[in-house]
């Protein structure tokens, strides 16, 4: 049994930023920036990154000349890409076609895993990059790179950037190298796995019903508004 009664109330925290079970939000339209979630990172944008039975959705940058499907070789789940150079070009593994989505003012994360082997000789650290329909002169940090000089062993790489427009047509590029001195000969090779890009959603809601510090979610939702 309740019985509740008020001598005062304020009207600061009085209604809840967020009337629902979840963060997400539609439209940020008349609501206040100390109820968004400063970084919310979504889903997984890559469709096969995990490549535990195929490569489908991928395709040979102009640095590669093959990619083929590899299972002894591999980071987590059933299987990784093995990736095969032509030491012509810089980019090595890239999606098949430009499908990804990006939101303006969001931050972008790029990652990967890539194992190096012993064979290996370029001398440029592996790190991943994008085309340049993603951001106009975007700065990138590149958190990760792949170490050359580390050989037979999986290595995290990861790279960020904030986008400057919105933009539904790009992709992510494994890069091998820069320039003639530092790329590996012809037919050598990487393995990589658990590809991941993922955005995020800085206008989420920070709060739900349930966590919101308000009368409205913690008194008057715990005891179904007075019924």
């Known amino acids: 049994v309740w019985k509740l009664k008020f001598s005062y109330m304020s009207d600061k925290d009085l209604f809840a930023s967020n009337y629902g079970s979840s963060t997400y939000l539609e439209t940020a339209t008349g609501?206040?920036?100390?109820?968004?979630?400063?970084?919310?990172?979504?889903?997984?944008?890559?469709?096969?990154?995990?490549?535990?039975?195929n490569t489908t959705g991928w395709a040979t940058g102009s640095g590669a000349s093959a990619i083929?499907?590899?299972?002894?070789?591999?980071?987590?789940?059933?299987?990784?890409?093995?990736?095969?150079?032509?030491?012509?070009k810089d980019w090595a593994l890239m999606t098949e076609t430009q499908y990804l989505t990006l939101t303006k003012d969001s931050a972008i994360k790029m990652s990967c895993w890539v194992y190096i082997p012993s064979s290996y000789d370029g001398a440029y650290d592996i790190l991943i990059n994008h085309g340049g329909s993603a951001a106009q002169s975007p700065t990138q940090t590149f958190g990760n790179k792949a170490d050359v000089d580390i050989k037979d062993t999986?290595?995290?790489?990861?790279?960020?950037?904030?986008?400057?427009?919105?933009?539904?047509?790009?992709?992510?590029?494994?890069?091998?190298?820069?320039?003639?001195?530092?790329?590996?000969?012809?037919?050598?090779?990487?393995?990589?796995?658990?590809?991941?890009?993922?955005?995020?959603?800085?206008?989420?809601f920070t709060y739900n019903i349930d966590n919101d510090d308000s009368f409205s979610a913690q008194v008057l939702n715990k005891i179904s508004h007075g019924e």
Do not use: C
């Open 154 to 204: 999986w290595q995290y790489v990861e790279t960020t950037f904030t986008a400057t427009k919105d933009d539904d047509n790009w992709r992510p590029y494994v890069r091998v190298g820069s320039n003639e001195s530092n790329r590996p000969t012809a037919d050598k090779f990487i393995f990589v796995d658990d590809f991941e890009v993922i955005s995020s959603n800085p206008s989420d």
């Open 31 to 53: 609501i206040d920036l100390e109820n968004f979630d400063e970084m919310n990172w979504g889903q997984n944008m890559i469709t096969n990154g995990t490549f535990d039975s």
């Open 68 to 88: 083929a499907h590899e299972t002894t070789t591999k980071k987590t789940g059933a299987g990784s890409i093995k990736v095969t150079l032509n030491g012509e």
